[in-house]
């Protein structure tokens, strides 16, 4: 190994360590006709150790370029020889007459964010459909959720659109959501009683006279929130 690439071990290191396990960061020794890698971090990514030969493209076009064009080359797509994907970065090195000794490269494998991207593609449609979902107007039945998510307009939506609203009794009509609001656990949440008084556009003590009715009625079956 040129002793002038010595330099570049520690970097490496700090650079594997750093970037994380999804990152392979190793120096190749250009001198060496064969091109081998004298520091390697994370090289589980591709199997490569130290001693490993790099005989590739990128390692060619720096040997064949012209001067125009810089020292490196930034998120080139790459594949290893074990057929794993990288979106892959080379940094060459010269030393100080300007001679091409070395190059730093670093893959990053893209195989689970691809494995990912294949997951969420498999949603379909149904992944755009819960972008546009409309929080506020959607509880799950059955599921009881935080009160940080369950709002009190989310419930009184939820219960509005389960009742008849072809009751023409209005005092029925009201028993029926305070009735349904109560089961729901909704008055378990703060500023129930105001909050529902003005949906309703109904006094606060007319909330807790249909209110009553419901706990005479129902007793401990609410949810509770």
């Given at each position: 190994m040129n002793s002038k690439l010595e330099r570049y071990i520690p970097l490496v290191e700090f650079l594997g360590k750093s970037l994380g396990e999804s990152y392979e960061v190793f120096v190749v020794d250009l001198e060496d006709p064969a091109h081998p890698i004298v520091a390697i971090a994370n090289g589980e990514n591709s199997g490569r150790n130290v001693g490993s030969l790099m005989r590739d493209e990128?390692?060619?076009?720096?040997?064949?370029?012209?001067?125009?064009?810089?020292?490196?080359?930034?998120?080139?797509?790459?594949v290893g020889v074990n057929g794993t994907r990288y979106v892959s970065s080379t940094q060459i090195i010269r030393d100080e007459e300007g001679n091409?000794?070395?190059?730093?490269?670093?893959?990053?494998?893209?195989?689970?964010?691809?494995?990912?991207?294949?997951?969420?593609?498999?949603?379909?449609?149904?992944?755009?459909?819960?972008?546009?979902?409309?929080?506020?107007?959607?509880?799950?039945?059955?599921?009881?959720?935080?009160?940080?998510?369950?709002?009190?307009?989310?419930?009184?939506?939820?219960?509005?659109?389960?009742i008849d609203k072809e009751e023409t009794?209005?005092?029925?009509?009201?028993?029926?959501?305070?009735?349904?609001?109560?089961?729901?656990?909704?008055?378990?949440?703060?500023?129930?009683?105001?909050?529902?008084?003005?949906?309703?556009?109904?006094?606060?003590?007319?909330?807790y006279r249909y209110l009553q009715k419901a706990k005479e009625q129902y007793g401990n079956k609410a949810k509770k929130r």
């Open positions: 990128t390692v060619q076009y720096f040997f064949e370029k012209d001067d125009e064009q810089p020292d490196y080359i930034i998120r080139q797509q790459a091409l000794i070395g190059a730093l490269l670093i893959n990053f494998n893209m195989e689970p964010i691809i494995h990912m991207l294949d997951l969420l593609e498999a949603f379909g449609s149904e992944s755009k459909n819960l972008q546009q979902v409309d929080v506020d107007s959607v509880v799950f039945a059955g599921e009881v959720l935080p009160d940080r998510v369950v709002s009190l307009q989310s419930l009184y939506n939820h219960v509005m659109n389960q009794d209005k005092t029925k009509l009201r028993q029926k959501v305070i009735n349904a609001l109560y089961l729901e656990g909704a008055f378990d949440l703060k500023g129930a009683v105001p909050f529902y008084a003005n949906q309703m556009k109904i006094s606060e003590p007319s909330v």
